[in-house]
């Protein structure tokens, strides 16, 4: 087998050009596949980053009906039998295998009525927020303070901003020490809060910011949930919010929590708690997309089957171009198999070499373009696998016949061949 190899990297080296031509076919379907696999790979990650966000893990869970969030509204009516969450519940939820942190609050998602003299935050989301808020969310006060306890001990009507409401109320104004207006009472502005950095979603059209910020660009507000009736109503019900342990356990830490406040829902309409999947709708993304992304990989592969007839001409001409020398190996003892191994031996060296170019080379594709269309790309060590595995069965398939060919000569007429 090593004098095979030996021989096979001989005879391509001593015809380089041909050689080279007749693995081009398999180098650009190999870079081709490597390069879209790449590119789909990255963008996946990319929403599923985007959606998920880095290091936050945290899951949602809302009460629903039927399958739309249930807001509140000033006006609205709450529901008999829909539980007050209290800190017992929390620690059950706590103890939820995959579940690091929870948080209770309440919430506006489009909230009017909140002023800074003149100024008027429109359509901003409030949230009436527990201590362990921002720890579960991600989110870090870099200017002022956090609430504290005595926040809550003594219902204080006091205000945390993110920088978007911070600067959509005050412009270039501090806002620390501030008085704002919500629901015509006043809160006095403590800190500024910010998600940590690290992450921030790549946005690309419309749809996928409306998808990935939702309301955001408005402005939140947060309050102590002590204070929330102050402003709004004391008997709305909560939601929460659960820091997972990792990325995979958040659909079952959400679904678990969910089930555990569901235990308390008493009401006869149609409510009741939820867990947001976003594992789920970044699947959902991807799969909608996985139909084109295979016909792509399939095109690529047409390149390869075009590459493994080249790989067979060219073996073709090289049994003929040696049909003298098959003669007098055949004729001093060489079997039919040695024959055999060494010309598919030849194929399989020759595919191989192309593959492992081919492999390289899409490694730069993908790269190129992820420079040039600003997208991430995540290398699949997998594709790459299989894709040289690949090239190495295409030698076999196609170098198959001319080897049997070569391997069938008849000493004699091989011998007699000019």
């Known amino acids: 087998m090593i004098e095979n190899i030996r021989l096979s990297f001989q005879g391509v080296w001593s015809h ?10 398999i180098i650009i379907g190999i870079a081709s596949i490597i390069s879209i696999v790449s590119t789909i790979q990255g963008t996946n990650e990319q929403i599923r980053e985007n959606l998920i966000g880095a290091g936050n893990n945290a899951v949602t869970v809302q009460l629903s009906r039927g399958d739309s969030t249930y807001e509140f509204y000033d006006y609205d009516t709450v529901p008999d039998g829909l539980p007050v969450i209290t800190e017992e519940i929390r620690q059950q939820i706590l103890v939820v295998d995959g579940v690091e942190d929870a948080s209770l609050y309440n919430s506006r998602s489009w909230a009017d009525g909140i002023y800074y003299q003149n100024t008027a935050l429109s359509t901003a989301q409030v949230y009436g927020i527990d201590m362990h808020y921002f720890n579960t969310c991600g989110y870090v006060v870099r200017t002022g303070r956090e609430f504290i306890q005595s926040d809550y001990d003594e219902f204080r009507k006091v205000a945390i901003l993110d920088q978007t409401a911070a600067s959509s109320l005050f412009q270039e104004d501090d806002p620390l020490g501030k008085t704002i207006e919500i629901g015509q009472q006043p809160y006095v502005v403590v800190g500024v809060a910010q998600k940590r950095a690290g992450f921030e979603p790549v946005i690309n059209s419309e749809e996928e910011y409306d998808l990935y910020m939702g309301n955001e660009d408005s402005g939140v507000v947060y309050i102590p949930s002590a204070a929330w009736g102050i402003a709004y109503r004391y008997d709305e019900p909560q939601n929460l919010v659960v820091k997972a342990a990792s990325i995979d356990d958040m659909t079952s830490a959400g679904k678990k929590c969910a ?14 708690y939820k867990a947001a999947d976003l594992l789920e709708t970044a699947q959902q993304i991807q799969s909608s997309s996985a139909a084109m992304n295979n016909q792509l990989i399939w095109i690529a592969s047409i390149s390869l089957l075009v590459g493994g007839i080249g790989v067979m001409n060219i073996m073709l001409v090289s049994v003929t171009e040696r049909i003298s020398e098959i003669g007098l190996k055949k004729a001093i003892g060489a079997k039919k198999r040695s024959i055999l191994g060494q010309f598919l031996t030849e194929a399989v060296v020759l595919t191989s070499t192309g593959g492992i170019i081919g492999v390289f080379t899409g490694i730069v594709m993908a790269q190129v373009i992820s420079k040039m269309s600003d997208t991430r790309v995540g290398i699949s060590v997998p594709a790459i696998v299989i894709s040289v595995a690949f090239s190495m069965l295409i030698g076999i398939v196609f170098g198959l016949i001319p080897s049997i060919k070569a391997a069938n000569l008849n000493p004699i007429d091989a011998l007699r061949h000019e």
Not at 16 to 25: A, C, D, I, Q, Y
Not at 261 to 271: A, C, F, G, P
């Open 259 to 272: 089930d555990i406040l569901n235990q308390y829902v008493t009401t006869s309409e149609d409510i009741k």
């Open 16 to 25: 380089k050009m041909r050689s080279f031509l007749t693995m081009l076919g």
